[in-house]
């Protein structure tokens, strides 16, 4: 254990990401979001065999037992993928990255649906508090009324943005599935190998030739996504998820300056003040699974004979 070494990946993760989405962004007027999605899903797996090569994992590291559990998990996150892309080109990258994080607050809600894991009060005033964060985030956009048609589609960006999050948070409950028969590199290439495939299905709605400037985003899009993921789940080797989750947030302030500085987008009082909300749900949520790993961690050594 190396908790500074894994706050450290994190923080490059998170940074790597945002770059992510900013190359994705960069390209949203002009690239259909299945395009995008085909070059981010595409490019990452080269890195991954790299990754796997300087591992010396290659012979055992994609082997899978699950194969239909990474079918869907590809499903659902490809989606996500998809629907955050789209809402991308709608919306400022400030006001994404925010809505995004109702994904660790909905995964609790759906771990408790399909996995049954146990939902107690604090952490429920948690989820609760977080998804007011978010309606507060979202409420501006949603002008039903507006006849202006820019309100309009950032109504829809905002609608989409909300749809991956919750595919977002379906996602992570295939994963906690599949981490009990697979490895972390297999989850991520297949889940590489199915965006890419589905993606492709989106062909006939208008794929088009990128410029060179929008190739080398698209490229770059795919790398950094395949890089970062990598860099995250390195983190979790050197430190546990209670010290390294709340470093996601960082992402927030990284999307602020990449939105004024690159957009020209400014973030709005009613946005900060959703995403402050949401951020102290994420944070109460944090703490809450530290609390209850050390009691498992407890009784698990009482349990444990002694001599």
Same mark, same amino acid.
């Given at each position: 254990?190396?908790?500074?070494?894994?706050?450290?990946?994190?923080?490059?993760?998170?940074?790597?990401?945002?770059? /992510?989405?900013?190359?994705?962004?960069?390209?949203?007027?002009?690239?259909?979001?299945?395009?995008?999605?085909?070059?981010?899903?595409?490019?990452?797996?080269?890195?991954?065999?790299?990754?796997?090569?300087?591992?010396?994992?290659?012979?055992?590291?994609?082997?899978?037992?699950?194969?239909?559990?990474?079918?869907?998990?590809?499903?659902?996150?490809?989606?996500?993928?998809?629907?955050?892309?789209?809402?991308?080109?709608?919306?400022?990258?400030?006001?994404?990255?925010?809505?995004?994080?109702?994904?660790?607050?909905?995964?609790?809600?759906?771990?408790?649906?399909?996995?049954?894991?146990?939902?107690?009060?604090?952490?429920?005033?948690?989820?609760?508090?977080?998804?007011?964060?978010?309606?507060?985030?979202?409420?501006?956009?949603?002008?039903?009324?507006?006849?202006?048609?820019?309100?309009?589609?950032?109504?829809?960006?905002?609608?989409?943005?909300?749809?991956?999050?919750?595919?977002?948070?379906?996602?992570?409950?295939?994963?906690?599935?599949?981490?009990?028969?697979?490895?972390?590199?297999?989850?991520?290439?297949?889940?590489?190998?199915?965006?890419?495939?589905?993606?492709?299905?989106?062909?006939?709605?208008?794929?088009?030739?990128?410029?060179?400037?929008?190739?080398?985003?698209?490229? /770059?899009?795919?790398?950094?996504?395949?890089?970062?993921?990598?860099?995250?789940?390195?983190?979790?080797?050197?430190?546990?998820?209670?010290?390294?989750?709340?470093?996601?947030?960082?992402?927030?302030?990284?999307?602020?300056?990449?939105?004024?500085?690159?957009?020209?987008?400014?973030?709005?009082?009613?946005?900060?003040?959703?995403?402050?909300?949401?951020?102290?749900?994420?944070?109460?949520?944090?703490?809450?699974?530290?609390?209850?790993?050390?009691?498992?961690?407890?009784?698990?050594?009482? /349990?444990?004979?002694?001599?």
């Amino acid at each position: 254990m190396n908790p500074l070494r894994g706050i450290l990946l994190k923080l490059l993760s998170v940074t790597i990401f945002v770059g /992510m989405a900013s190359c994705v962004k960069a390209v949203a007027d002009t690239i259909p979001p299945g395009e995008t999605v085909f070059f981010r899903s595409l490019f990452a797996i080269p890195v991954i065999f790299v990754w796997l090569a300087w591992q010396h994992d290659l012979k055992e590291g994609l082997k899978t037992k699950n194969p239909m559990g990474h079918v869907w998990r590809g499903l659902v996150g490809t989606t996500a993928m998809a629907m955050s892309f789209t809402a991308l080109g709608l919306l400022p990258l400030p006001e994404v990255t925010a809505i995004g994080y109702a994904a660790p607050v909905l995964t609790v809600i759906f771990a408790a649906m399909f996995l049954g894991e146990p939902v107690r009060v604090f952490r429920l005033s948690a989820v609760v508090l977080g998804l007011v964060g978010v309606v507060v985030i979202l409420t501006p956009r949603l002008t039903v009324m507006s006849v202006d048609a820019a309100d309009k589609m950032e109504a829809i960006g905002a609608f989409l943005t909300l749809i991956a999050a919750v595919f977002a948070a379906l996602a992570q409950v295939f994963i906690r599935k599949l981490v009990g028969t697979e490895t972390t590199a297999a989850i991520v290439f297949y889940f590489s190998v199915t965006a890419t495939l589905l993606s492709l299905l989106t062909l006939p709605y208008g794929w088009v030739v990128p410029e060179l400037p929008e190739l080398a985003l698209l490229i /770059m899009a795919g790398i950094f996504g395949g890089i970062a993921q990598i860099l995250l789940t390195m983190s979790y080797r050197f430190a546990d998820t209670s010290v390294i989750a709340p470093f996601e947030y960082i992402s927030i302030l990284l999307a602020v300056i990449v939105g004024y500085t690159v957009f020209g987008e400014v973030p709005t009082s009613t946005t900060l003040a959703g995403v402050a909300l949401v951020i102290l749900a994420g944070l109460i949520i944090i703490y809450r699974e530290r609390k209850l790993g050390i009691e498992r961690s407890r009784q698990r050594e009482a /349990m444990t004979p002694q001599g």
